[in-house]
């Protein structure tokens, strides 16, 4: 089993490179998904555990663009527009009736709508595993130790770029800044004059069009298949609890966290472990939580 | 004193019970399943209902429990031992005398609801710390982890899976058999239930749910009643995982660990009927199942997708449940006094 650690420590430790550029394109998608979750937790307290499902619908959309021979920024645009009206369309039938209510009955609605979404996908896209073929070629470094895809380079560009548009649009425009006085206090903005039905509706609008933005990512780099979609619900919601909500750097260096940690694990331990890593990551960071928590507590005994 | 109303109620479900398989022996694995459906609701309402832990990942006891008892059932009687029956992926097919096989079986779901047991105090130790979603998505977790370890255990197969003994009977006397485990094992239940929530246990979970510190502070010891209530719940979810696994006759990781279907399931099935009820789990699980059959049959292919359409609609617009809304409707037919001044009062404010 340990094999590994052996070959990444001691024979050809250039292959650290390799995994430790994985984990940087792989975190950088998880950095989009996760800020979306980051956002909806904090300003409307939902809990979207159909998040990865809005990742693989706009992996499909792509997919279908792509079909046409559309260049990549054209497909990465219209797929966000229409991941967009669909996060709005989906508040306007679901969410929106829910928004008040406890927090478990945002978990089990959003299942309800993973469920439906992956089915839906499934009977529509077929259960094969797909990807985008950019015909694109590999650049080989370190004598062949390490291949790094162009695809791959200009995805993680990509993210760079929505990533820092989104910054920008969060602090500068009225609108972002709506939403964050939404989620600090969403009834001193309503006394404002903040439309915040308005705001909650563009706020999951938002993250589905960044979900949706990286599944095009996610579609170009990897595979996308109707039922991957829980995993990287549990990636984003392993991420947004361990960095904490409405924290931006802490969401992207948690992304990245997470990004490494799993292809180390699947490098050491073996790729079947892959998708057990986030759960592990998640599981723990609930229970430190706990613990500072407990500690916080006075009991008198 | 038994009601009346509850006395025909008992009356007319054991009737079924014991009449159902005799009149439609075609059905009868389907009313096991709806006997399998009670108790999962059921047990899902200790935590999720009366004490307002609402775990997601229940299922991880199911599928412990199914791989215990495979375990324990090829272990005893099968001298090569387990590793060399699984790693031959179900070409061995080792004959098992009958009393062995029963023997077996009965072992199985013993060892199964106890391993569920073990495992359930061991998650309870840093589980129950967490609250409302946290433990929510924590349990979904565990679930999700607990079958892709399962995954990398080649001792239990693996991703492959594992065959179970062949049942020494004809076909129909196999139905007949394990409908009735699955029977007995739903009244058990219901009636362990009933008997732990008459008692001060359930008056106590009831108070951690309205305020888990008011509870503490007046001096209940809420980790352990916590710790009984999901407890009880792993061990009726080991047993009847037992009885689900030789039932189906092969199990894997998608059989074992079923958190998109029974796992949301159990928890629709409960809010369907009205969480935080003794009858709302049961009403809601034959509901469900009967909706879960005519759409498995006149609308194949799309089942799935109607029922998260189910799902949602159900949570979205009916939160309250059937028996919710019998409750609020017509108290007086639960024994609820509703004091007319307060509701005068609520009127006038709203």
């Keep these: 089993m340990f094999d590994n650690l052996q070959l990444l420590f001691v024979w050809a430790p250039i292959i650290n490179v390799q995994v430790i550029l994985d984990g940087i394109f792989v975190g950088a998608v998880f950095a989009l998904c996760a800020y979306g979750l980051a956002l909806v937790w904090g300003v409307m307290n939902i809990k979207n555990l159909a998040q990865g499902d809005f990742v693989i619908l706009g992996g499909y959309l792509a997919l279908v663009l792509h079909s046409w021979n559309l260049p990549l920024p054209v497909i990465l645009v219209i797929v966000t527009i229409v991941m967009f009206v669909y996060g709005w369309s989906i508040y306007a039938l679901i969410i929106r009736r829910i928004v008040d209510k406890d927090m478990f009955v945002s978990l089990l609605a959003t299942f309800g709508l993973s469920l439906l979404m992956q089915q839906a996908m499934n009977l529509y896209f077929g259960p094969e595993v797909q990807t985008i073929d950019m015909k694109l070629p590999v650049i ?12 791959k380079i200009i995805s993680l560009a990509l993210a760079g770029i929505i990533t820092a548009a989104v910054v920008i649009f969060m602090k500068k ?115 430190i939580r706990q613990i500072n928590m407990k500690r916080n507590r006075q009991v008198v005994r | 004193m038994m009601r009346r109303s509850t006395f025909i109620t008992y009356a007319g479900l054991g009737l079924f019970g014991i009449l159902g398989p005799i009149l439609f022996p075609a059905y009868t694995l389907s009313i096991a399943y709806l006997w399998m459906m009670v108790l999962m609701a059921s047990t899902w309402d200790i935590l999720g209902g009366q004490m307002g832990y609402n775990s997601l990942g229940n299922i991880t006891f199911f599928g412990v429990g199914m791989y215990v008892s495979a375990i324990i059932q090829i272990a005893i009687f099968y001298e090569p031992g387990v590793r060399e029956y699984t790693s031959a992926m179900g070409a061995i097919k080792p004959e098992f005398t009958d009393q062995q096989y029963y023997w077996g079986i009965f072992l199985g779901i013993f060892g199964g609801a106890i391993a569920a047991l073990a495992l359930s105090l061991i998650f309870s130790t840093f589980m129950f710390g967490l609250r409302g979603p946290y433990f929510a998505i924590g349990s979904l977790g565990l679930a999700i982890a607990a079958a892709e370890i399962t995954v990398t255990i080649n001792y239990v197969g693996g991703a492959s899976g594992i065959s179970m003994p062949m049942f020494p009977g004809d076909i129909e006397f196999r139905s007949v058999f394990f409908y009735i485990l699955c029977f007995i094992l739903a009244v058990l239940a219901h009636l362990v239930i009933r008997g732990m929530l008459s008692t001060q246990f359930g008056l106590a979970i009831n108070a951690i749910r309205d305020d888990e510190d008011k509870a503490e502070a007046m001096g209940l010891p809420t980790l352990i009643y916590k710790q009984i209530g999901w407890g009880v719940t792993a061990v009726f979810m080991g047993a009847i995982g037992a009885v689900a696994g030789n039932m189906a006759g092969f199990i894997d990781k998608e059989v074992a660990y079923p958190v998109p279907t029974f796992g949301i399931f159990m928890v629709a099935m409960v809010l369907l009927g009205g969480k935080g009820t003794l009858w709302g789990p049961v009403l809601g699980a034959i509901i469900f199942h009967i909706v879960k059959e005519t759409t498995w049959t006149y609308l194949l292919g799309w089942q799935w997708v109607t029922l998260g359409l189910i799902l949602i609609i159900n949570i979205v617009y009916f939160q309250q449940g059937i028996m919710g809304w019998l409750q609020s409707k017509y108290p007086e037919m639960f024994g609820i006094v509703v004091d007319q001044s307060n509701i005068n009062q609520e009127k006038k404010e709203s």
């Design chain 1, 173 to 287: 425009s009225r609108t972002g800044q709506a939403i964050r006085a939404t989620a600090q206090d969403a009834r001193a903005a309503r006394v404002l004059g903040i439309d915040t039905d308005r705001v909650y509706a563009f706020t999951f609008a938002f993250n589905s069009a960044l979900c949706g933005a990286a599944g095009v990512l996610v579609s170009v780099i990897w595979v996308i298949q109707p039922f991957y979609g829980i995993t990287y619900s549990v990636r984003t919601f392993a991420i947004v609890t361990a960095a904490g909500l409405g924290n931006l750097p802490g969401v992207i260096s948690a992304a990245f966290g997470i990004g490494l940690f799993e292809k180390y694990t699947g490098m050491i331990v073996g790729t079947a472990y892959e998708v057990a890593a986030p759960v592990m990551i998640l599981l723990l960071v609930l229970i």
């Design chain 1, 140 to 151: 080989d470094a370190f004598d062949n130790m390490v291949t790094i895809p162009y695809s």
